[in-house]
């Protein structure tokens, strides 16, 4: 088990207080393919605020959905490449990943058929459901992508408001074969207290395997920023008893 407050003794607003995490899992820093960021310029000053942090790796993971964000493994290679060159002609040299977060609806059976996910190293592969409806095959989902040799990782559990009255999901959800990852805005309240206390308690149930910080935009940087310097709310992190995010790029070195 990590602790926070013994392996972060700096302080400060910039202090890299998530050096401990190691590779954001989730984010949507790949510019211009959906509603993250819109451009290289946009993602550099992601990029580098994130690193200021403390983060040292990022697994990019664009969103999947339908005709809203039509991504496919060809779009998001190109527009990793396009971050890519970026970085490098800002003098950055940063290990970048991609993947996606994939919306758990029908089409997405589809991709699995058809051979086109995009998966993290480790063979991760991040899903999500909609926040105002829970996908009916998400357990399909999860079966159909163990099949295939997929790992799924289930982001933001903690903003399905449509589980907060059946927690015991949570762990049908672990039992069926998928990992939990939270955001770490969700620890200070940033999607409102009743995602927090979720978040919470997700953790205290010792559900949660990785954290992301969902980036899609300087306002989320701002509060990032933020939760470095609240004690409270990084002492959640500290309870995770077995956070994978350091571990997952390892076998690739």
């Keep these: 088990m990590f602790s926070f407050f013994k392996r972060t003794p700096k302080t400060g607003k910039n202090a890299p207080v998530f050096s401990f995490v ?19 310029e946009t993602s550099i000053v992601l990029v580098e605020g994130l690193q200021e942090l403390g983060f040292g790796s990022f697994v990019c993971t664009p969103h999947v959905l339908g005709s809203v964000h039509p991504n496919t493994p060809e779009s998001i290679s190109k527009a990793k490449e396009t971050l890519t060159a970026a970085l490098a002609a800002a003098g950055h040299s940063i290990e970048l990943h991609a993947s996606a977060e994939y919306m758990t609806d029908y089409e ?3 991709i699995i058929e058809a051979a086109q996910l995009v998966p993290m190293p480790g063979d991760y ?9 829970e996908s009916p095959n998400l357990r399909e989902v999860i079966f159909s992508l163990q099949t295939k040799g997929y790992r799924p990782i289930l982001a933001h559990p903690e903003r399905y408001p449509y589980l907060f009255s059946r927690f015991s999901q949570y762990e049908e959800i672990v039992d069926a074969g998928a990992d939990l990852q939270i955001n770490l805005l969700s620890l200070q309240g940033y999607y409102g207290k009743p995602i927090q206390k979720v978040a919470e308690k997700l953790i205290a149930q010792n559900l949660i395997s ?8 300087t306002r989320h940087l701002d509060a990032l920023r933020q939760l470095a310097n609240n004690a409270k709310a990084l002492s959640w992190i500290d309870k995770i008893k077995d956070l994978k995010n350091p571990s997952l790029l390892q076998a690739t070195h």
């Excluded at 592969?125 to 409806?133: G, K, P, Q, T």
């Design 22 to 40: 190691g590779t954001d899992i989730h984010n949507h820093l790949l510019p211009g393919i959906d509603d993250g960021s819109p451009n290289p």
């Design 125 to 133: 592969v991040l899903i999500e459901m909609s926040y105002a409806i």
């Design 210 to 217: 990785w954290v992301g910080t969902d980036m899609h935009h």
């Design 108 to 110: 997405f059976n589809d």
